[in-house]
């Protein structure tokens, strides 16, 4: 049995979405570049990345909107709709970081009809933040 998605007049701004810890595998870097046709050599080749002076493989940074969509979705439900999406990169992420994404919302509104949710989220890796991002989502007809 699916859980049901959240009730839009139950949030306000400044509610907390719950935080989720992520550490990220080569075998994730592999998985995610073979999802995505993604085929750089920083993502899967563990001295090429050291020959660019980098400490690992490089998370690749769609990564980290997927993190955003999955956390949100998550948290909103099986009804919910992720309507758009503003993706910041602020840092750069490696195999093996343990990165945290967070967010907020920041406004609940009737928009044509339907309950539209705004939520702001963060990804750190400890104290570094490694992005950001900005979604709409839909919770059905108001």
């Given at each position: 049995m699916l859980r049901p998605s959240l009730d839009p007049r139950q949030l306000q701004a400044g509610q907390a979405l719950p935080e989720h810890g992520q550490t990220f595998t080569e075998v994730d870097l592999v998985a995610y570049g073979a999802a995505t046709w993604d085929w750089h050599r920083l993502h899967y080749d563990q001295a090429h990345a050291k020959a660019k002076q980098l400490p690992g493989l490089l998370i690749d940074g769609q990564a980290?909107?997927?993190?955003?969509?999955?956390?949100?979705m998550?948290?909103?439900?099986?009804?919910?709709?992720?309507?758009r999406m503003?993706?910041?990169?602020?840092?750069?992420?490696f195999a093996g970081d343990h990165l945290v994404a967070s967010g907020q919302v920041t406004a609940v509104e009737e928009q044509g009809g339907q309950w539209v949710v705004h939520i702001e989220q963060q990804l750190h890796c400890g104290e570094r933040l490694i992005a950001q991002a900005s979604s709409e989502l839909r919770l059905g007809q108001a």
């Amino acid at each position: 049995m699916l859980r049901p998605s959240l009730d839009p007049r139950q949030l306000q701004a400044g509610q907390a979405l719950p935080e989720h810890g992520q550490t990220f595998t080569e075998v994730d870097l592999v998985a995610y570049g073979a999802a995505t046709w993604d085929w750089h050599r920083l993502h899967y080749d563990q001295a090429h990345a050291k020959a660019k002076q980098l400490p690992g493989l490089l998370i690749d940074g769609q990564a980290f909107g997927a993190v955003f969509a999955r956390e949100a979705m998550r948290w909103a439900g099986p009804q919910a709709f992720l309507a758009r999406m503003g993706l910041k990169m602020k840092s750069m992420a490696f195999a093996g970081d343990h990165l945290v994404a967070s967010g907020q919302v920041t406004a609940v509104e009737e928009q044509g009809g339907q309950w539209v949710v705004h939520i702001e989220q963060q990804l750190h890796c400890g104290e570094r933040l490694i992005a950001q991002a900005s979604s709409e989502l839909r919770l059905g007809q108001a």
